[in-house]
C-alpha cells in the first residue's frame, strides 16, 4: 500500500521532471508561445533568393526567408526573425552568397555600431543602395552551355589533364583558395570605396575618349614594336634577356659590396641638401643668384663677336668668336706696394675627412695623405669614431618657414655702382675698335 509520504515524492518528482524538461525545451527550442518578429524588405531582383533561405544579422543567423512576392517595382521579401532577437533599426538588408553552391542568404548589416531602437513586427528593412543579387541560374546554366561544349570523346581527356596536372599540387591549390578568401574578404571591407569608384568612372571614361585618336596612335606604335621584336627572332630576345639579367646581376652584386658607402653617400647628401634648405642658407643662394646677373650680364653687353683663327690646323675658322676687352684696375697702376698684416696669423689645425660607418657595416676610411705634416704651428686633429657613425650624427632638423626663400629687390645705390664701373668698361671697349683699325691701315 502506498503511503502518504511516497505520493508526495513522486508528484514532486515528475513536476521538477517537466520543469525541467519544459526548460531545455524552450532553451534550446525558444518559446513556442511567443511569435517571431516579421520584417520585410524589397530587392529590386530576388532571382535565386527561395524561402527557408537564412537571415543573418552580421554573419550570425537569426531567422530564415517565409516568402518572396512580386509588387510594381520590386520583390517583396518577407523574413521570419526568432523570437528573442533584436534587430537594431538602422540596418540595411542585402543579398550574398552562402556557399559554392549557390545558395543565398539576406545578411542585415547596422550602419553603426551600436543603437538603442529595435525594429519591431511589420517593419521594413531597406535595402543597400545598388543592391542586385547575383542570378545564379544565369551561372549554372552558362556553366552548363560551356560543359555541353565540350565534346563527349575529349571530356574524359580533359578531366585526366587536369587531375595531371593537379596531382602533388594540393599546397598550392590550398594557398589559391586561401589568397581567394582573403581577396574577399578585403573587396568586401571596401566596397564602399569600389562603389565610389565605379561613381566616378563616368568622367574618367570622358577624359579616356577625348583622347581616343593619341590612344590609336600609342597602339598601332605598340603594334609597330612588337612587330619589330617578332623580326627580331628568338635569339636577339634571348640575347637581350641574357644581357639584362648578367646586368641586373652587377648592380645587384654593386650594391651589395657597396652598400655601405652608398648609405654614406645618401646620408652626406641629404646633411647638404639640409644645410642648404635652411631659411638663411637658402636666402644668401637666392640673393647671390639674382645678384649675378648685373655683373655676368654687363659683361655679356660689352663682349664684342669677330672672327678667330680655329683652334687646330684643319679646323675652320669661327666667324662668331666673343672677345672681352676689359681692364681690372681703372685707372691703371704701374705698381703697387705689397702691405704686411699688422700680427701673424695662426695657423689653423688640419681636420681630415671622417670615415663613415653604417648599419650595413664599415665604409670607406678616413682621409689620408703618405707623407703629410701640417705646417709650423699647425695641428692635425684625427677625426673621432663617434664622427664616422652615420647614426648618431643624423642631419638637423629644417625649420619650417615661408621665408626660406625671397626674390632680393632690386636696390638704386646697387645699380649706380655697377653703372659706374660698366661705363668706363664699355668707354674702353668702344676705343679699342678704332686702334685696331689703324693698325690693319698702317699694315
Request: hydrophobic share 40%.
Amino acid at each position: 500500500m502506498i503511503n502518504r509520504r511516497l505520493l508526495i515524492n513522486l508528484v514532486a518528482f515528475f513536476v521538477v521532471s517537466f520543469a525541467l524538461v519544459g526548460y531545455g525545451v524552450v532553451n534550446l527550442l525558444g518559446n513556442p508561445l511567443a511569435s517571431p518578429t516579421v520584417l520585410t524588405t524589397e530587392f529590386p531582383n530576388a532571382s535565386g533568393l527561395y524561402p527557408g533561405f537564412e537571415v543573418e544579422l552580421n554573419g550570425v543567423p537569426v531567422g530564415t526567408v517565409t516568402s518572396t512576392a512580386l509588387t510594381k517595382t520590386a520583390t517583396k521579401v518577407t523574413m521570419s526573425i526568432n523570437p528573442g532577437i533584436s534587430v537594431p533599426s538602422n540596418v540595411q538588408a542585402s543579398v550574398q552568397i552562402a556557399n559554392d553552391l549557390g545558395e543565398q542568404v539576406v545578411n542585415l548589416v547596422p550602419k553603426q555600431h551600436t543603437d538603442p531602437h529595435t525594429l519591431a513586427s511589420g517593419s521594413n528593412v531597406p535595402a543597400q543602395p545598388n543592391e542586385v543579387p547575383a542570378d545564379v541560374g544565369q551561372v549554372v546554366e552558362t556553366a552548363t552551355k560551356l560543359l555541353q561544349a565540350i565534346p563527349a570523346n575529349d571530356l574524359n581527356k580533359l578531366i585526366g589533364e587536369l587531375a595531371t596536372s593537379l596531382q602533388g599540387n594540393a599546397g598550392n591549390l590550398r594557398t589559391l583558395i586561401d589568397a581567394g578568401t582573403t581577396f574577399n574578404k578585403e573587396f568586401v571591407a571596401y566596397e564602399q570605396q569600389f562603389t565610389q569608384l565605379l561613381a566616378n568612372a563616368p568622367p574618367s571614361l570622358d577624359a579616356v575618349t577625348a583622347v581616343a585618336p593619341e590612344l590609336r596612335q600609342d597602339l598601332v606604335n605598340t603594334a609597330a614594336l612588337v612587330q619589330v621584336l617578332a623580326q627580331q627572332g628568338q635569339t636577339g630576345l634571348h640575347n637581350l634577356f641574357a644581357n639584362g639579367s648578367s646586368a641586373f646581376t652587377q648592380i645587384n652584386n654593386f650594391i651589395t659590396s657597396q652598400s655601405a658607402n652608398i648609405g654614406c653617400f645618401l646620408h652626406d647628401t641629404a646633411d647638404i641638401l639640409t644645410n642648404l634648405a635652411q631659411p638663411a642658407n637658402l636666402n644668401n643662394l637666392s640673393q647671390g643668384l639674382a645678384y649675378n646677373q648685373y655683373f655676368f650680364g654687363a659683361v655679356d653687353k660689352i663682349a664684342v663677336a669677330g672672327a678667330a683663327k680655329g683652334p687646330t690646323k684643319n679646323s675652320p675658322p669661327d666667324q662668331n668668336q666673343v672677345f672681352l676687352r676689359t681692364r681690372l684696375l681703372l685707372p691703371p697702376i704701374l705698381s703697387e706696394q705689397g702691405v704686411s698684416y699688422a700680427s701673424a696669423n695662426p695657423i689653423p689645425d688640419t681636420l681630415p675627412g671622417a670615415g663613415c660607418t653604417t648599419v650595413f657595416g664599415q665604409g670607406v676610411g678616413p682621409a689620408t695623405q703618405a707623407g703629410f705634416s701640417p705646417a709650423a704651428g699647425g695641428h692635425l686633429v684625427a677625426p673621432t669614431p663617434q664622427e664616422s657613425d652615420v647614426e648618431l650624427n643624423a642631419g638637423p632638423q629644417v625649420p619650417v618657414s615661408n621665408a626660406s626663400y625671397r626674390v632680393p629687390r632690386s636696390s638704386a645705390a646697387l645699380l649706380l655702382a655697377l653703372g659706374a664701373l660698366v661705363a668706363p668698361a664699355l668707354m674702353l671697349a668702344w676705343g679699342a675698335r678704332p686702334s685696331r683699325r689703324r693698325a690693319r691701315r698702317r699694315a
